[in-house]
């Protein structure tokens, strides 16, 4: 090989060195280049929105739970846009990705369609908020104080002080009663006493140990009346307001002295009974008691 083809030879090699630079090298490295500016300045932009969300909500006083929630949905949803548009600058074919992903999520969709049921009732009980964090409800069959609401469960302690986790779903698809929704509670109450015993005197105690016991508020004023003439008693409805935080302790304490005022003034608390009359002069009933 002569000079002038060993020339030919390395300008072709530089010619083709070049024109891989100038047709892959640099313009992938351009684009892989400006999709990691994108991603990093996004991820930062994504980080500083979800942060003055958070702000400014807090600021707003919307519950933590809330603003968790939310603030979380909006850190992934971000965080999704960013990965997008990265990849999108780099050439890869996102209308496609996104089809494919769409899909793969129906399918996941269709097969965790309870865990997706969970999870839309932890969507609607955070943002209607039936309950907070420290209420004590009762729902999907199980009672006790609300200590955090996730995604798709909450989690409840008793008063014995064991754990329960429910389903959220379970919880948003039945009845809720929340016992600390109001700042006051009715204390309800039926006092039986017996027929023979002095009704206007029983109601005239129950009055004095109402007014006696401080946590019980003035207004609504309590009422005592008798609510029904039962089988083998006379029940009067004693029926006070408190203070929510007050109600269990206030009943418990209203119950015993109710009980030993009562007693202190020889009016009895009746029991179910019945009488039995015996007729000695039924047909064979004495036959009968002479076999006894």
Request: proline share 4%.
């Amino acid at each position: 090989m002569d000079a002038k083809e060993i020339s030919n030879t390395e300008t072709a090699t530089s010619f083709d060195l070049q024109a891989f630079s100038d047709d892959y090298l640099v313009p992938w490295g351009t684009n892989i280049g400006f999709a990691l500016i994108i991603f990093i300045a996004g991820i930062i932009i994504s980080k500083w929105v979800v942060k003055l969300v958070g702000r400014g909500m807090r600021h707003a006083k919307v519950d933590d739970m809330l603003v968790d929630f939310i603030t979380s949905l909006l850190k992934w949803a971000l965080y999704f846009v960013v990965i997008i548009a990265a990849l999108n600058k780099v050439g890869v074919p996102t209308t496609s990705f996104v089809a494919v992903l769409g899909a793969a999520g129906l399918a996941v969709g269709l097969a965790l369609k309870d865990s997706l049921q969970n999870f839309a009732a932890g969507v609607m009980l955070i943002m209607f908020r039936p309950f907070k964090t420290g209420d004590f409800i009762e729902a999907g069959g199980a009672s006790g104080v609300v200590e955090d609401v996730h995604i798709f469960s909450t989690i409840m302690r008793t008063a014995d002080n064991r754990e329960i986790v429910l389903p959220n779903g379970d919880i948003f698809s039945g009845k809720i009663i929340n016992n600390n929704a109001r700042d006051t509670r009715r204390i309800d109450l039926v006092i039986g006493i017996g027929y023979d015993d002095d009704l206007r005197e029983a109601k005239k105690i129950l009055e004095r140990v109402i007014s006696e016991e401080e946590r019980i508020l003035p207004d609504p004023e309590p009422l005592v009346a008798v609510g029904e003439l039962g089988a083998s008693s006379v029940d009067i409805l004693v029926r006070p307001w408190v203070k929510t935080s007050d109600f269990f302790p206030t009943k418990c304490a209203l119950t015993e002295n109710i009980k030993l005022a009562l007693d202190e003034a020889g009016i009895s608390i009746p029991f179910p009974q019945m009488d039995v009359h015996v007729n000695p002069e039924a047909p064979g009933l004495s036959d009968a008691l002479k076999m006894g």
